[in-house]
Nanobody
Framework: VHLQASGGGLVQAGGSLSLSCAAS????????MGWYRQAPGNKRELVAA???????VYADFVKGRFAISRDNAKNTVFLQMNSLKPEDTAVYFC??????????WGQGTQVTVSS
């Protein structure tokens, strides 16, 4: 499965950005979809994840500010980021879990929040 992410960019603190990530068509079913981020010098960390149906998962540092959603018909996952902080600056990666235990990563998109 190939992932194509879009969105991101530069925004002032307190602003909003949205990300989207579309998965290519596959004979395998798309299971979970999620977003991770990695800041310079830091490990890649989970931001949010969403199963095909049911409860979403958020990292504590984005709860109440970010919202993950998906369009199953288009195999696309979205991340709406509000009230952005300078510490949210990172490269954001989308990830999907598909088939039987397989996973794929998107290419990463830069989000920069200025103070």
């Amino acid at each position: 499965v190939h992932l194509q992410a879009s969105g991101g960019g530069l925004v002032q603190a307190g602003g909003s950005l949205s990300l989207s990530c579309a998965a290519s068509a596959s004979r395998f079913s798309i299971n979970g979809m999620g977003w991770y981020r990695q800041a310079p010098g830091n490990k890649r960390e989970l931001v949010a994840a969403i199963p095909p149906s049911g409860s979403t998962v958020y990292a504590d540092f984005v709860k109440g500010r970010f919202a993950i959603s998906r369009d199953n018909a288009k195999n696309t996952v979205f991340l709406q980021m509000n009230s952005l902080k300078p510490e949210d600056t990172a490269v954001y990666f989308c990830k999907v879990w598909y088939g039987y235990g397989m996973e794929s990563w998107g290419q990463g998109t830069q989000v920069t929040v200025s103070s």
